[in-house]
């Protein structure tokens, strides 16, 4: 055994007067902890696109039926059903993600979106999103495009997911009310 001093670093590493450093053993296990870690999440990397990209492209969609004549590029979104609201993060992430094609505006009631003769306002489109259901490797979203008081097309949106990006699975339907 040498006379050596040893002391202990800063970082919990050992280090000895004769130049030989030394690491406590739960630093290695911990590193090969961390290790093992870090490849079991490199290994299941297989996270899929948030909901807001695909909310962002089902408002997309919309927007591209619009007639070109249609100035206006304001959307009100509404929360589609009782029980069922768009969070803060999750509407900015919307907005974030529509900010190049329409001027997302949230509102908790479709009735404020509408004028005195029961219209969409300014010319806006208004759509009620629903929640986003997962069906295995689909996401499913149902939307009301609200065209007036009394008067609403409902569609049923099929999507999946391809790398971080969501794509259509074929044409929207429209469902009865």
Not at 72 to 83: K, W
Request: aromatic share 6%; net charge negative.
């Amino acid at each position: 055994m040498s006379s050596g001093t040893a002391t202990v670093r800063e970082d919990g590493g050992m280090s000895s007067s004769e130049g030989v450093a030394r690491r406590p053993v739960s630093a290695l296990v911990g590193a090969w902890v961390a290790l093992a870690v870090l490849l079991v999440a490199c290994s299941n990397d297989k996270e899929r696109p948030s909901a807001a990209g695909a909310y962002a492209l089902v408002i997309g969609w919309f927007m591209d039926q619009r007639d070109p004549a249609v100035d206006s590029t304001i959307v009100y979104v509404a929360p589609q059903g009782e029980g069922f609201s768009v969070g803060l993060d999750m509407q900015a992430s919307i907005i974030s993600n529509t900010k190049d094609i329409a001027d997302v505006r949230f509102v908790d009631d479709r009735a404020e979106a509408l004028d005195a003769d029961g219209l969409p306002r300014d010319g806006a489109l208004v759509l009620s999103l629903g929640a986003a259901v997962e069906d295995g490797s689909r996401l499913h979203i149902g939307v009301d495009e609200v065209l007036g008081e009394q008067r609403a097309q409902s569609w049923q949106f099929a999507l999946r997911a391809r790398g971080q990006d969501w794509r259509l699975t074929g044409t929207p339907e429209t469902v009865p009310l």
